[in-house]
Every structure is written in structure tokens, then in C-alpha cells.
């Protein structure tokens, strides 16, 4: 049922032979992007998926997924906001309102809003109220308070379910749109506002008409079918764009009720719209894959009249957009077919650099991958359950570059589901774990910024000491572990809802093979190194500017290697407390430019066993091998030397050989490590066996076919 | 290229292109300019008759624009360096400005009154600059204009690639991969660059024209990859935005926007137009199968009607709402020429390959094309790489009753299809209905077919020759069953020589003989029994064309052979009358007389020699008729015999040759200057046509006149005052068919013209008639009184007020009458 491992040999550039098993068989399936919301406070970007799961992305640290909170089938979200600076809200079909807890990375609260399925939120401009649109068409006002989020009262009820929300600037008038007809009504009188189109019987007593502004059922000139409003912006000026399941976007005046303009932009729905800060552009996503960019431009350049323009449609994507957010910078849109796109707007950067790049975001920036080199086993870790498969062999031997037959095939030893058994409280929390090297010791970083030293014995456990985060600092999860034993592993953290303050939880774990030291890192503090020994802090490691996107601590030296989410590699020795020399020198020259423009961050770092000059590191699209002992390339050397050519001399082969050896065979690559000296695993998820697994496109006729 | 001095001279002889460049519209929409050669042409859009030739270029015609200060004016630039401004309603040629430098473009913008803008080229030939040009104001015919301004430099030479936008205040102008937009306020330049990296996505993001928006500040730009690129906010270099339209799937030939900018209209390739309504892509109208591919479109500056220029030498008039009302079709020189120039007996109109797979009619004469005749009878699929059929010969016999054609498409060495259709002259439908279809008439090529013209032949004969060894002869017989009387043709004898290939076959004038050319051997048979007469063979390679004598040189036969030897053999003797070392590209008898022309080609050009083959001596010999090798000539009768008295012209009286070069442009040879040539038909004032039935109307005499004998008896009782016939008021004339621009001012016309307009003077002469002037009043005619009343009233004016004024500007003979009508006694009006 699996693509079987294949095995094949490479040679690694300057390392001689490997033989490397290719891991095909690790079935990892994104889920689709359901909604995206943008905080231009902290240029965080938050993503929500079908399967519930919310990732916060650092637009500054080079689009870093640097939060994550899993999901849960029963929490599907439809509406995402931030609120009150930097506040996470989220809604779903199960009627909840919930808030993340962005420092524990964990749910602070659920709340029913007594509604039905939500489908729309919209936070206040103020950020001080939120509005949800229900299943029965009510739409609940909640005030934010520092804590919670309290109801206030309900709006006039509609007749069908609203499906988007959204406030006018001001905050006095909100528009909602729903089935047929988009609706606006005063925040303050809690009256619909809008023009009636036929509908006489909505006009509230109270004095203030209730407007209504019918949509053109009409798709493909066929008018049976109902015109469900996807999404509505309410802009400044009164104007209120909505986009339908008809394909179209229309502009409507707010005061009059009336349509300004339509744009028929596409044969199927147009499910998102993001309007700019500034008001001057938007951006739509449809369900055929295409998002359109539409800008205010003047008519003449002498005159200030001014009128909306579609300019560039954008096809990055490949299924439905359900989700599109507008940046200062970029336009963001994701869908069913998983990718988070960021696509800069040209005119707006001011320099052609990194920033000005096309970017796909489609892998978690985390280890899904765990790797038991002894017994050569491999875990994978999947939204709601972990695979654990043996390697298969070989016994043929070949050249290099041939692929080798299986002897024996990769088995499939275990599936786990997800499930809370009982575990102890600190356990139940858990961000991440870690066992020690020889499997005597576990490390656990709970959301409360604490780090747990567990001793395992047969059948049992101790507790033996907890880090406490110190003034302010905090610890966190996520690591590796050198090797498993097949305990429940509750990968999945966390019913409970506990934890105020301010302690920001630890992501990252790692722990030096000698067992003596443990690293652990959070998304901005910097890295903090515990003497297991001594259980006590042994030192901080320097903060930086961008989070640390894997960590390792090498044998024998102790030093520890980190990987930020800038590119950039450090070096530091931990029984010196200070950065190695290597990492000095390199600092002071600099990294290639190649190098620092590579867009996805690096997940992994080893070590060979018997060469320690060697740092092996790895993102979706290289594998690298620094060897520390050669010179460093300059912006004129060639970066990605290919592989060297066997019959060039070995006088050119060390001319241009620098420290950075990298080989782009295998992408997109989730996981590498080496089992031996000789033996490398590849764990490869091709995109197209992701596309297969998705539900078909909407199916477009192509010109020639 | 006048050549001696007696003016004989090879000119061109219209089937110019049509679509060289965009058509424009008059701004009533009335008529339709465009350039043809070294001619503009003004067309009717309701008749599509041509209305006036305005020649005065002497090269090229590269551009013409209305005059923006006066619609009723035309600038046309031409490679002759001139610029000249006409009157087009009356085909004028107002002024002329010399540029001394080729002109490849001209715009015009109507906020910059005094200059025009257009394209010429630097030293280097590719270089092309947009320079606006200060025309001098000036009232002499001839001005020098050289105050020129560099507007725009390295631009495609192209005028598609140059548009004017918002009133004037910005030019955009594409050319390979990148957009430049001046603006003239500003006086700088942005220019956007798109990719054109040679990876598969980018290769065809070639620029291929630009238009802008008549009320916005945007450009829409074609592509060779068949896109459109709308591009708005390029007065910042780093805020510009486009957006894409895509339908074509091949390059957008040219764009252009509707009169108020609403809609955007594409062509290209496909021969389709196509509508953007709002320039948005869902929103689409088209107008499909317009025959070939769309080079230009324009649009009338009253916005109700389109025109595209196509690809097969075809203007289509379309209506605002996509329908086409209208075909202006020149000569088609879209595919290559198989069939040869061929002349239609009945018509006289000069046959040959027109659209794939049709012949056309083309009348030589008008300068445009009279009909299709549709061969192939099959859709025409454009796409390169295709093997089409092709339509590669045709003869016409029995005086235009017959007419034979021959199809055939090879897409592999052994894979020949051919057709031989043979077409009935219908007289009820004036066109060639289908009678015979033979399918492989021959197992290779046909090399050549020939009627038998005789005037005696009771039976039409066809012979055809092919690669395969073989000829046939074709005859009509009966092929009528019970369901009807039909005749069709079969094949009635097939002959060969020594398996040679048939090269070429001809028939005697009088249709005993026929000839057939077997590679190096001609044959002789005879064609009552089909019996092999004689051979010639002169071993001088093969035999390229044949043709027997006419008239007194009957005797005569006529070989060219490839090897560059021209033989004439004796049919009597037998023997070879004299050869000639001639490599003769075309051998052309001439039907009414004896001569034959021969074309042969030289390095330095084609060569022109007549001759009688009774005279080895030619009658006329012209060098280097043409730089290009020409490839098919035809002799087509006259109408009215010319009468050249010098021996060398004597050939030209009673035909006229005319040839196609390589190029595809018809040549002729003509004694007179262009300006005779060729004079507009009528000269007559357009307005007097058209004029609505106004009192105006009433005032010029044609309405009188048509109702001159009605009201002949009736009048003559009345005996009233009448006005004079307009025709005979020369200031009437004088003021009606002056050109406007050249008249005196209106007031100093008006007592003029009343004056001539109440004159009476003719009422006195017996056979003046008299007309309905008063066609009012007549139709109460008992009310007798008031008439005249009325006419008193009019001669006391006419004496008293004005009589002095009228008297300078009065013809001798009409002063005389005046002071007849002085002593007429008009106390017989007291009386009343």
C-alpha cells in the first residue's frame, strides 16, 4: 500500500560513499488552509486548517512557523481574528469561541455562543469588540475583556446562517454578508441600515430601515442556484465589496443600497476577499485556484477620480482559495491544496531582496520525523496518530548512484491514535519530550515553561527534577530523541486549559549524547543550557534576533550547534560557555548569499559518529555537510557545487572545495540522519503524492487539449 | 522608371495592398481612407464603391490621418519624403510638405495644431525615431518642412507600435519585450521591461502593438504569445500594474479601443474579432470566421462603425453591434500563384489563385475583386505545419463556357491526391457550376491542361499533361439517364512518347494540331485521329513552354527550352526556322495578333522582347522591366483599341501585357503619365447625390428637371415668373461646386448668390421652362392671386434694392436680358 523504501547509493560530496535509504513511505498529508489572519502589530500571520490546527508565522524572522497548536477534529475552524493587539481568536461548526494562549501555546478558553455553527468573525477596528455570524442567523456581539470575552447582546436575527463579517472602519456599521443578500445595519442601534430590495417586512419599527442588498443569483445564466455571499469588506468610503459563489465581485454603496460596479472574475467561487490597510487594493481568491489583485487607480493622472481595477491574477494554487490576506506587503492565500503562498507586491518592496520572493510555504517548519538508529526504525508523527515502520535492507551492492533492490521490504510495526489516557498532569501538558541517549532519562518541556527530568525504570518512572523557568524566562518542547521506546507518547498536548502569566513555553529540546547537558529553546528567548548532572542552569546562550529552528549538541566536544530562522549557524561551546572559534570566523566572513537566501528553515541537525569536524544539517531542500575543517566559501565561490566529477583531478576537486557541502537529490526532505557511518536515511514526501491524495480541482478546459 | 521618351513605362496597376496600413474613417463615418501603394483610396462604407484615388505620391503611401482641425482634410505621409494634405469629397490635393526624409508613420493629435508626429529612420536602416514635425503654415502649394524634435528614439517602425493617449499628453510605444511612455508635460520617459528570459513561460512575451484608452490613463498592449496586457498607473515607474486578457491563442495582430473606451477590440491570427466589453476577460463578444487574419483594426470617430484589414488584401466594414456590413476586397496575394494569370472571356477579368483554395476574379479595371469561385470546396484550417490542398492549375475554354481546374496535395513522396474538377458556365446563375469531378485524372502531377479554342470544334476538347508519361484527351459527351439530361466529360485518348514525361501541351489555333512536349521532344498530333504527325527534337533540354503562332505566323510553333534556347519550328517544313539563345521565364501569345511576348531573366533584372515568330528580329525589346524575376504574364484584350502609330507601340494596340513578378505585384505597360491615367470617373460633386429633398434641394435644378415634362403644359398656361435653371447660373455653380476652402467669404457670397437666385431674366424666352419653385402654391393653384402677388413682389426687390449690384456680376447676355426685363410693362399688375 506504500511506496516502499527504495535504497540507492550517493556519494556525498568530500564524504565518500553513503548508501542511503529513501523513505517514500512516511504518508503525510497536509491539511487544507481554512482561514488566515494577519496582525500587522506584529507581523504574525496565524493559519488555521481544516483539521483545527492554528500556526502563528513570523513574517519578520523570514516567515518562520514558530507556533502551533494542534487540532482536533471536533474544533474545525471557519473564522480566525486577532483582537485587542495581540489577542488569537478563533471560531467553528461546533459553535465555540475560542482563545489561543499565544506564550503557553495552548487553548485558554472555550466559549459557546448559544448560536449554531459559527461561520464569521470580525473583530472591532478597536480590536475592543467581536462579532460572530451563527447558523441561525444571529449575529452575537461579545466585548473583549482582558481575560475572557463576555457576550453583550444579539443582533436582528437574519433568515439563513451569515457567512462573513465585516466592520467599517469607524466601527459604527457592520455588513454581513449571507444567503442572496448582504446585509448592513448600525452597531450602536442595533438596526439594519440597509436599503430594502423588495423585502418591506424587514423594516424594523424602531424607525431604521432595514437594508437589504439582493445579489444576482444568476451563475452561468442559470439563476436557480443560490448566490451565497463568501465574503464581504466594508471600506471607509461606504462602499461594500462582497464576492459570491457566482464568481462575482460587486461594489454596492452602503447608503443607498445600491450596486456600483460588478466584476465577473471567475466560473466558480470567489470565497475570500482582504482588503489593504490603505485602502487602495484587495485581493480575491476563487475557487478555481486564481487570485486576483484588484487596485485603485486613478482614471487620469490629472484627475482624482479613481476606480477599482482588476490587475494581475496570481495562480499558485491549484484547488480553492479559501483563505487570502492582504499584507502591507504581500498578498497571502491558501486552500484546499495545502500551500500558504506569499506572494510580495513588487511595488511595494523597496529593494529587490530575499523579502521580494515568491514563497510556498507547504511543510510544518518542525521534525515530524524521529529516528531509532540502532534498531533502525523511523517514527512519524502525524496530526492524530504516530506510524512507526522498520527499514527494509538490502544485500546487493552497486555503483554509485544505482538503485539497489530490496531484500527485504519496510515494515509497517505500529499505529497509534491519538488518545488521553491517564498520565500525569505534567505529562498531559507536554509540548515536547526527549529521551536522553541511553533511554534511562526523559525530558519533558511542559506549556507552563517548565522542564521535567524524568528517570524511566521498568515499568515505571521518577520524577527527578523540574527547571523552572527563571524571572520571566521560560523553556520549552519539541526534540529528538536518540532512541524510542514504544510508551504511550502523547505527542498531542494538552485538554486542559490552565496557566496565566507570562512564561513563554520552550519548542525545542536537545540533549548531548553524553547525557550531562540539555539545551532548550523557546521562540524568542535565547537558548538555555542545563547541566543534567548538576540539575541546575548552566548557562543562556545569547538571545538573537530570530528563532531557533533546530538544535543539536555535538558528541564529545559538547558544543551546541544552533540554527536560526535567518540562515544563519552558531556554533557554541558549552563547557566553555562561549561560541567555538569556527563560529567566530564564520560570523566575522559571513555566509554565503546563496546560503541565506535559501526559504526554508533548516529542522535538523546530526553529527557523524566518527568525524567530528562534520555537521550534518538539513532543510526541505538541501542536505548540507559542513565540514568545519575546510575553508569558507566567498560570494565568488560556487555554493551548490555539484557532485564532483570523478574524473577531475583531485588538485581542482580541493581548489574549489569549501566547507559547505551540499547535495539538492533528494526535496522535498522531511527528515535525514544518519544511521551509521556508512548509511544515511532519507525521508521524502514527493508533492505529487500530496496532490494525489487531495479531492480533485475544479476542472477547467484547457486550450489545445 | 520612365524609361524613353516616349513615355513607355512600366507602372503598377492597382491590386496594391489594401491593409498595409490601419484604415481610417471619415468623421461622419461616411467614407473609408486607405492606403494602396502609392495611391489613398477613399471608399463609400455604405457601397463600397471606390469614391476617388487621391495619387500625388510618387512612392509608398505610409500614413494617413484626418486632418484634427478639419475633418473634411487628410494628411497622408508617403517614403517619397513629402507629407501632403487633400480634400478628400472632392479629391484634392491641398498642400504638400516636403520632409526630404522617408516617412514610415504619421499621427496626429488634435491638441497639437501646427504639427504632426512621425516615424523615420536614423543612418542605420533598423533605427526608427518618433520626431514630431512643425508643418509651416503657408499658403503656397509647396512648403518645406524641417523643423523636426526628437520625440521618441529606437522604436519599432511599425505605426501599430506607436499610440497617443489621453488627448496627447502621453505616447506609448512598444517594441520587443519592453513599453516606453513619454510624457510630454513631463518631458521623461518610464519604460517597463517584461521577461523575456528564454524558459518555455517567457519565450513569446514579445510586444506587438499598443493602443491606448480614449478616457483613461491606460495602455493595452497585444503579445505574440496572445495576450493583452491593460496597463494602468505607468506615470510611476514602481506603482504600475497590469492586468492580463487572454484569449487568442496565437499574436494579437492589433488593438484598439471603442470611440468612448468601453470595449476593447482584438484580432489576430485566429480571424476572429473579438470584443473586451469593460476590458474584463469573462466579458466577451466575438465576431468569427472573417475569412483571414486580422492585421489592423479601426474604429470610426463617431464610434458606429469597425473595420479590420485582413490578411488576404480585404477591408470588412463592421457595424457597432458586430455584424459585418460591409467588403472592400483588392486583389488576394495571400498564397503562392500555381494557376498563372489567366484571363476570363467573358468578363474579362484577370483569373488566378485567390484564398486557399479558390480562384478570384479580379477585375483590372476597377481595381477590385468581382467574385470567388470556391475550387477546393473544403474548410481551410490555419495552422502552420499543414499540407493543404492546393489548387495548381486552371484553364479556361470554349470562351469562358468551361473552365478546368486541377487540385492536388502531397504529403508524402508516394502519397499524391489529385482532383481534376471540370465547371460549367451556368448563364441563369452567371457563375461556374460543378460538372465533372475525376478523381486521379493521371498517376503523377498534371505538368499542363489546354482547351481546344478552335471556332469550329463541335465537340470541347481538354487535353492534360503529366509527370506520368502520359496525356489525355478529355471530351464532353452525353451522360444522360432517365432522370435527367446531363452531359459530362471523359477520357477519349491517352497518348506518350517513349515514356517520357508530358511537359507541356498546346492546341493550333485552329485546333487541328495539338502539340505535346515530352521532356526534350515535341510531338505533333493530329487532332481528328490522334495520330503522331511528326517530332521536333533539338536536344537543347527540356521544353519549358510551347505555344503555337497565330493568325499569318499559324505555321509557326514556338518552344522555350529550360537550357536558354528559344526555337521556332516550321510546321510545313518540318525544319527548324531559327532558334534564339534566350532563357525565357514567360512565354506569353498575344490572342488578337501574332506577337508573342517572352520575359527573360537576367542577373540584373527581367528583360522584356516582342516578336512575331515569322520575324526572328523582335519588335520591341524592353531591358529590366522589373529588379525581380517576373513569373506570369497575360496579354488582356482592349476594349477600345489604342492606336500607336510608332512601330515599337504598334504591339500595345489592341492588348495590353500585364505581368506579376515574385513579389506578387501586377505590373503593366502604360504610354500615359499617371496623372492622365487613371483620372476619378466622375467628377461630379458628391453633395448634389446625396443632398436630402430640402427647399435647398428644390432651388438646384435636378428635381425641376425630372419634373420638367409634367408640368410642361401646365406651367406653360401659367406663364409665370420663373427661377432660372441653376445650371445655367454660373454663380450658382461657381458657389455650389467650389471646394469650401477655397471660397470667398460667405457674406460677400450671399448677395451673389440671392441675387442670381431671384434673377427672372429667363422667364422672357419662350423655351424656358418653368418649375416648381412654386410647387407650393401650385398645389392650391385656383388661388391665382397670390402668385402673382408673390412674384411682384419678388422683381421689385430684384429691380429696385439690388439691381445695381447684380449688374457688375451678370454675364453679358444676361445684362441684356436685364434691361429687357426693364421695359417690360408691368402695369398689368395694377390692374389686378
Known sequence: MLAAGEEGIVDSPGMGEFKVHRVRFFNYVPSGIRCVAYNDQSNRLAVSRTDGTVEIYNLSANYFQEKFFSGHESRATEALCWAKGQRLFSAGLNGEIIEYDLQALNIKYAMDAFGGPIWSMAASPSGSQLLVGCEDGSVKLFQVTPEKIQFERNFDRQKSRILSLSWHPSGTHVAAGSIDYISVFDVKSENWLMDSFGDETDFNLLGSAIHKMLVDRQYMGVSKRKCIIWGVAFLSDGTVISVDSAGKVQFWDSATGTLVKNHLIANADVQSIAVSDQEDSFVVGTAEGTVFHFQLVSVTSNSSEKQWVRTKPFQHHTHDVRAVAHSPTALISGGTDTHLVIRPLMEKVEVKNYDAALRKITFPHRRLVSCAKKRQLLLFQFAHHLELWRLGSTVATGKNGDTLPLSKDADHLLHLKAKVSKMPAFLRSALQILFSEDSTKLFVASNQGSLHVIRLLEGSFKHLHTFQPQSGERLLLTGHGREFSLTDVPFFPNETSVVGGTVESMCLLAVSPDGNWLAASGTSAGVHVYSVKHLKLHCTVPAYNFPVTALAIAPNTNNLVIAHSDQQVFEYSIPDKQYTEWSRTIQKQGFHHLWLQRDTPITHISFHPKRPMHILLHDAYMFCIIDKSLPLPNDKTLLYNPLPPTNESDVIRRRTAHAFKISKIYKPLLFMELLDERTLVAVERPLDDIIAQLPPPIKKKKFGT | ?832
Open chain 2, 1 to 832: 522608371m520612365v524609361e524613353e521618351e516616349k513615355n513607355l513605362r512600366v507602372v503598377r496597376c492597382g491590386g496594391s495592398e489594401l491593409n498595409f496600413r490601419r484604415a481610417v474613417f471619415s468623421a461622419d463615418s461616411k467614407y473609408i481612407f486607405c492606403v494602396s501603394g502609392d495611391f489613398i483610396k477613399v471608399y463609400s462604407t455604405a457601397t463600397e464603391e471606390c469614391v476617388h484615388i487621391l495619387q500625388g505620391h510618387r512612392q509608398l503611401v505610409t500614413g494617413i490621418q484626418l486632418n484634427p482641425n478639419n475633418h473634411l482634410q487628410l494628411y497622408s505621409c508617403s517614403f517619397d519624403g513629402t507629407i501632403k494634405l487633400w480634400d478628400y469629397i472632392d479629391g484634392i490635393l491641398i498642400k504638400t510638405f516636403i520632409v526630404g526624409r522617408k516617412l514610415h508613420a504619421l499621427f496626429t493629435l488634435a491638441c497639437a495644431e501646427d504639427s504632426v508626429f512621425v516615424i523615420i529612420n536614423k543612418e542605420k536602416p533598423d533605427i526608427f525615431q518618433l520626431v514630431s514635425l512643425k508643418l509651416p503654415r503657408s499658403s503656397s502649394q509647396e512648403i518645406e518642412a524641417k523643423e523636426l524634435s526628437f520625440v521618441l528614439d529606437y522604436i519599432n517602425q511599425s505605426p501599430k507600435c506607436i499610440a497617443f493617449g489621453n488627448e496627447g499628453q502621453y505616447v506609448a510605444a512598444v517594441r520587443d519585450f519592453y513599453l516606453s511612455v513619454y510624457f510630454f508635460k513631463k518631458k521623461t520617459t518610464s519604460r517597463f521591461t517584461l521577461s523575456s528570459s528564454r524558459n518555455k513561460k517567457h519565450a513569446k512575451n514579445n510586444f506587438t502593438c499598443v493602443a491606448c484608452h480614449p478616457k483613461e490613463d491606460c495602455i493595452a498592449t497585444g503579445h505574440k504569445d496572445g495576450k493583452i496586457r491593460l496597463w494602468r498607473n505607468f506615470d510611476d515607474e514602481k506603482k504600475y500594474t497590469y492586468t492580463c486578457l487572454h484569449w487568442h491563442h496565437d499574436l494579437v495582430m492589433d488593438l484598439a479601443f471603442s470611440v468612448t473606451g468601453s470595449s476593447l477590440l482584438s484580432g489576430g491570427r485566429e480571424s476572429v474579432l473579438v470584443e473586451w466589453r469593460e476590458a474584463t476577460e469573462k466579458n466577451k463578444e466575438f465576431l468569427p470566421r472573417l475569412g483571414a487574419a486580422i492585421v489592423h483594426i479601426s474604429v470610426s470617430p463617431a464610434g458606429d462603425l469597425f473595420c479590420t484589414s485582413h490578411s488576404d488584401n480585404k477591408i470588412i466594414i463592421i457595424h457597432r453591434n458586430l455584424e459585418a456590413s460591409a467588403v472592400i476586397q483588392g486583389l488576394v496575394k495571400d498564397s503562392n500563384i500555381f494557376t498563372g494569370l489567366m484571363i476570363d472571356p467573358r468578363t474579362k477579368a484577370l483569373v488566378l489563385n485567390g484564398k486557399p483554395g479558390h480562384l478570384q476574379f479580379y477585375s483590372l479595371q476597377s481595381d477590385k475583386q468581382l467574385y470567388n469561385l470556391d475550387i477546393i470546396q473544403q474548410e481551410y484550417i490555419n495552422d502552420y505545419g499543414l499540407i493543404q490542398i492546393e489548387l495548381t492549375k486552371a484553364a479556361f475554354g470554349c470562351y469562358g463556357s468551361w473552365l478546368a481546374t486541377v487540385e492536388q496535395r502531397q504529403e508524402k513522396e508516394t502519397e499524391l491526391e489529385l482532383q481534376m474538377k471540370l465547371w460549367m458556365y451556368n448563364k441563369k446563375t452567371q457563375g461556374f457550376v460543378l460538372n465533372t469531378k475525376i478523381n486521379m485524372p493521371h498517376e503523377d502531377h498534371i505538368t499542363d491542361l489546354c482547351f481546344c479554342n478552335a471556332e469550329k470544334s463541335e465537340n470541347p476538347t481538354l487535353v492534360t499533361a503529366s509527370r506520368d508519361g502520359h496525356f489525355k484527351v478529355w471530351i464532353l459527351t452525353d451522360d444522360s439517364d432517365i432522370y435527367r439530361k446531363a452531359v459530362g466529360w471523359t477520357c477519349d485518348f491517352v497518348g506518350s512518347y517513349h515514356k517520357y514525361q508530358a511537359t507541356n501541351c498546346c492546341f493550333s489555333e485552329d485546333g487541328s494540331l495539338l502539340a505535346v512536349s515530352f521532356e526534350e521532344i515535341v510531338t505533333i498530333w493530329d487532332s481528328e485521329t490522334w495520330e503522331l504527325k511528326c517530332t521536333f527534337c533539338q536536344r537543347a533540354g527540356k521544353i519549358r513552354h510551347l505555344c503555337f503562332g497565330r493568325l499569318t505566323c499559324s505555321k509557326y510553333l514556338l518552344g522555350a527550352t529550360e537550357n536558354g534556347i528559344l526555337c521556332c519550328w516550321n510546321l510545313l517544313s518540318c525544319a527548324l526556322e531559327w532558334s534564339a539563345k534566350l532563357s525565357v521565364r514567360v512565354m506569353e501569345p498575344d490572342p488578337n495578333s501574332e506577337n508573342v511576348a517572352a520575359v527573360s531573366q537576367s542577373p540584373v533584372g527581367s528583360d522584356l522582347f516582342v516578336f512575331k515568330p515569322s520575324e526572328p528580329r523582335p519588335l520591341y525589346i524592353q531591358k529590366n522591366i522589373s529588379r525581380e524575376e517576373v513569373q506570369w504574364g497575360v496579354f488582356v484584350p482592349r476594349d477600345v483599341p489604342e492606336s500607336f502609330t510608332s512601330e515599337a507601340y504598334q504591339w500595345l494596340n489592341r492588348s495590353q501585357f500585364y505581368f506579376l513578378t515574385k513579389s506578387q505585384s501586377l505590373l503593366t505597360f502604360s504610354t500615359t503619365s499617371p496623372e492622365e491615367k487613371l483620372t476619378p470617373t466622375s467628377k461630379q460633386l458628391l453633395a448634389e447625390e446625396s443632398l436630402p429633398t430640402t427647399p435647398f434641394y428644390f432651388i438646384l435644378g435636378k428635381h425641376r428637371q425630372q419634373q420638367q415634362d409634367e408640368k410642361l403644359n401646365k406651367a406653360l398656361e401659367n406663364e409665370l415668373v420663373q427661377l432660372p435653371l441653376t445650371e445655367n447660373i454660373p454663380a450658382i455653380s461657381e458657389l455650389l461646386q467650389t471646394p469650401a476652402h477655397v471660397l470667398p467669404s460667405a457674406s460677400f457670397l450671399c448677395s451673389m448668390f440671392v441675387n442670381s437666385l431671384l434673377l427672372s431674366t429667363k422667364t422672357e424666352s419662350a423655351e424656358e421652362v418653368p418649375d416648381d419653385a412654386d410647387m407650393e402654391e401650385e398645389k392650391e393653384s385656383d388661388d391665382s392671386d397670390e402668385e402673382n402677388n408673390f412674384t411682384e413682389e419678388v422683381q421689385d426687390t430684384n429691380t429696385t434694392d439690388l439691381g445695381e449690384d447684380i449688374i457688375h456680376q451678370l454675364s453679358k447676355s444676361e445684362e441684356k436680358e436685364l434691361r429687357k426685363l426693364r421695359k417690360v410693362d408691368y402695369s398689368w399688375i395694377a390692374a389686378l
